[in-house]
């Protein structure tokens, strides 16, 4: 018996969105599951595959795209398998542009043309998560789980 094992991969500059991924691995963790967190500058693309679930998260740079740390990781994601996979995208983002949390659409589309099992619809933070928001976070986090695998007692077998 294996526990269900995640893996968020983020880009944060200001905090932010360090702050929504952290949030969201609390929910991860009622929910029974494992979750290992990692700054995109120590992720690599293979580290998608050795998880059961992934997460991704970005902030959203100028007027919607993916930031710049970001760029390599998103080009070398093309050589995996992850037809099926669990998959989710969160971002911090700023209502004042035009394309609020492109980087969360940018990832989505990505892991959907990599066949990802697509969990839930991006979450986009609008900056600093409030007290509210990061109660979301939490859910998205148990929801994530919950969609992925149904409720988890302690223990999830796999195969």
Known sequence: MKQASCLIVYASMSGNTEEIANEIAKGIREAGATVEIKDILQAEPVDLKQSDGILLGAYTWDDGN???EFLDFYEAMDTLELKGKPAAVFGSCDSY???R???VDILTEKLTEL????ILNGLKIDLAPTPEEKEQCVQYGKSFVNGAWGRLSCSLELK
């Open 101 to 103: 949390g492109g980087a």
């Open 115 to 118: 066949e990802a099992n697509i």
């Open 97 to 99: 542009y035009e394309h």
């Open 66 to 68: 993916l930031p710049d």
